[in-house]
């Protein structure tokens, strides 16, 4: 029970930084971590700053939850990424501008700039667009998180994996922080993407990168 305590207040604490972060406004987004055979995620249309503790929602891998509580409305992807990524802990679920803005164009993030390893590959996949809360825009989120790490997600926002949550933060940073750079060098002319054997050799140093992070 002190091991759930505390992922709920992790959950609290992180879910504080959002806006700080610039990663998400008001009640939108959410957060989740793995507990046990199932997880924990932030409740429906509550404001961060007013989410407590026992007001985190533990769904069950049916995807069921306490009687009285309300889990976000986009709980659906969480439980089926843990289902399908036995390497994810965490799940971060936001709406930043610049990664949004991106999605808004359905258009993913390619390989021009090093950092893309961040998201486990040689490219940022944009999930194709869905209802939010809906079995086929989970099925596409987990299709577009194929082999990566995270994914936009068509007129809508960005999701981040981690093996903690302050791991899965901190890539969602860094994905926004990408997502700003592609953007505005869009604005300059064509951005030179690297080379398959440039991304290889940097996603070779990337296999111990942010491990920090997952510690913090």
């Known amino acids: 029970m002190s091991d759930e305590l505390t992922l709920r207040q992790d959950l609290v604490e992180q879910g504080a930084r959002l806006a700080a972060s610039g990663l998400s406004q008001g009640t939108s987004?959410?957060?989740?971590?793995?507990?046990?055979?199932?997880?924990?995620?932030?409740?429906?249309?509550?404001?961060?700053?007013?989410?407590?503790?026992?007001?985190?929602?533990l769904v069950?891998?049916?995807?069921?939850?306490?009687?009285?509580?309300r889990p976000s409305s986009e709980w659906r992807f969480h439980r089926d990424i843990y289902l399908a990524r036995p390497d994810a802990g965490a799940v971060v679920h936001v709406h930043p501008p610049y990664a949004t803005a991106l999605a808004m164009c359905r258009r993913g993030i390619p390989p021009a700039h090093y950092m893309i390893a961040v998201?486990?590959?040689?490219?940022?996949?944009?999930?194709?667009?869905?209802?939010?809360?809906?079995?086929?825009?989970?099925?596409?989120?987990?299709?577009?998180?194929?082999?990566?790490?995270?994914?936009?997600?068509?007129n809508h926002g960005m999701i981040a994996l981690g093996s903690s949550l302050a791991q899965a933060m901190w890539r969602a940073v860094e994905v926004e922080n990408l997502a700003r750079q592609y953007a505005l060098?869009?604005?300059?002319?064509?951005?030179?993407?690297?080379?398959?054997?440039?991304?290889?050799?940097?996603?070779?140093?990337?296999?111990?990168?942010?491990?920090?992070?997952?510690?913090?």
């Open 60 to 69: 069950d891998g049916d995807g069921q939850w306490p009687a009285g509580q």
């Open 185 to 216: 060098a869009l604005q300059i002319g064509a951005p030179v993407m690297l080379t398959d054997a440039e991304v290889t050799d940097v996603l070779a140093k990337f296999a111990n990168y942010g491990l920090m992070s997952s510690r913090s």
């Open 119 to 154: 998201g486990g590959g040689d490219s940022i996949s944009c999930a194709s667009y869905h209802t939010y809360g809906t079995q086929a825009l989970s099925d596409a989120v987990i299709a577009a998180l194929e082999g990566r790490l995270a994914c936009l997600m068509a």
């Open 29 to 57: 987004g959410n957060l989740s971590t793995r507990c046990g055979e199932g997880f924990l995620i932030t409740p429906s249309g509550t404001p961060y700053d007013a989410i407590v503790p026992e007001g985190i929602v």
